[in-house]
């Protein structure tokens, strides 16, 4: 039987001012998720920039980005059980120490393997502070005050997530692409002086043990899992290497789900998913992120590389999906009241897939209201997706493993979205690669193979030789754009069709059970 971390009920905090206050603890968990929020909007804006300051190339910087997400998944539900044994508040200061210094590292990275590397650590001590924050507003607001908090807390993200384009475009554009981890150095400053002031500690009173094993197992099987699908375009999808680290996922995976249901105390208690909606709930989360993130990682190179656009105007052509999003919130959650989580889900799954069928339509010189009018339908798509996220997979797990669920919704929003931006990135490279000879025509069979296979490799990205001028320059370039644009509509056509599936498997689903003041059990 799996040990209850049961968290330490606490009353209502005073509403003065210092420590325990429910909304100085609000602004206090804010500053420190705004900037785990922010590194995952400002990265997108500063990847063509990186790419040629640090030479790294389409792999390199799909690791930026997966590597982040990867740590940030496979941690999320480890670091609320540290949060269940050594105190919540020390937990998030932690985090917020670690990522703050982290920054200020990448920002003073000289190569890419470093910057890959701190990345990873990044995501670590991210995954520190979401669950802890989510634990530390339960105790500031209990009963129906968390639903007030929770909005706005939503609020929050949603206009982080918005500013994230165009802080990162400014910053990009007119100081460098280190000046959008430097930004994390004074508001982490911050979040540590309010947080060692306003937070309360709270613990579990009964201690629970850090399932070590599952922790490792199952980081070996999405290490594996990730670096094959990123590495077979290079490798080959029949080469051993492939194969090989495929098959150390399928067996160390096999492993993890074995010895999760020995465990006495499971990392990810299996028990969990024997509610169907629970299981289903997970998956869609897992099919959104993996069809938004996987898609989105490319448009920046699109408007940068493709369209010729600066960073600050790369950032707000994003603009409309960041923004509608805040906006669209809102709404999604008083349809999911009126009409449940199954036919709003559904629909918003649906208007999603529209959303990226008319992205899978753009042009070389697509016009803003090109762009904006589907990122606006997008946003108004995977707004209800993921307000109602709660609803289906909290709402429907058992009580004493609420906190469990909410571990398993964030984790699977971050493995979606690592997986698609590897799987999607291994088949939009590979079409790049295989229709860019075709692309160039008779000029094609004058290239040496090493430069060719040079040339794929800037396609991938919507870049050309820089320096070329001439007719041969003109030729090259339209070439290297009409492939890259054959990718990215491949990639939002697999995307249209994931959404497609989740808007069905949304019709499976059922409204969670309405509880208050549930155990925090974040871990």
Known sequence: MMTQAVAERAEAPPPGRGQGSAWLTLFAVSLGVIMVMLDGTVVAIANPVIAMDLQASLADL??????????????????????????????????????????????????????????????????????????????????????????????????????????????????????????????????????????????????????????????????????????????????????????????????????????????????????????????????????????????????????????LDSGLRMLPMSAGMIVASPIAGVLIGKLGPKITIAGGMLVTAVAMFLMSRLSVDAAFVDSAIPFVLLAFGLSPVFVGATEIIVGNAPEELSGVAGGVQNSAMQVGGALGTAILGAIVAAKVASVLPGHLGEAAAAIPPEQMEGLKQLATVGAAPPGLTGPAAEVITNAAHMSFMDGLHLGFQMSTGVAVLAAVLALFVRAGRKTEGGAVHVG
Do not use: C
């Not at 990522?99 to 190569?111: K, Y």
């Not at 929050?156 to 475009?169: D, E």
């Open 62 to 311: 799909q690791w930026v980005t997966s590597g982040y997400l990867l740590a940030l998944a496979v941690f999320l539900i480890t670091a609320g059980k540290l949060g269940d044994l050594f105190g919540h508040k020390r937990i998030f200061l932690i985090g917020v120490v670690g990522f703050t210094l982290v920054s200020l590292a990448i920002g003073l990275s000289s190569s890419v393997a470093m910057l890959i590397a701190l990345r990873v650590l990044q995501g670590l001590f991210g995954a520190l502070l979401q669950p802890a924050a989510l634990a530390l507003l339960r105790m500031a607001f209990p009963g129906e005050r968390l639903n007030m908090a929770m909005g706005a807390w939503g609020a929050i993200i949603g206009l982080s997530s918005a500013a994230g384009p165009i802080v990162g475009g400014v910053l990009v554009e007119n100081v460098s692409w280190q000046s959008v981890f430097f930004i994390n150095v004074p508001v982490g400053a911050a979040a540590l002086v309010f947080g060692l002031w306003a937070l309360r500690e709270s613990r579990a009173q009964t201690l629970s043990r850090v399932d070590w094993p599952g922790v490792l197992l199952l980081s070996v099987t999405m290490f594996a899992l990730v670096w094959s699908i990123i590495k077979a375009p290079d490798w080959g999808w029949g080469d051993l290497k492939t194969i090989g680290f495929l098959a150390v996922a399928v067996v160390v995976g096999a492993m993890f789900l074995f010895w999760q249901a020995k465990a006495r105390e499971p990392l990810l208690p299996l028990s969990l998913f024997a509610n169907a909606s629970v299981s289903i709930g997970t998956a869609l989360m897992i099919l959104v992120a993996f069809s938004m993130m996987g898609a989105m990682f490319f448009l920046t190179f699109f408007f940068q590389g493709v369209h010729g656009l600066s960073p």
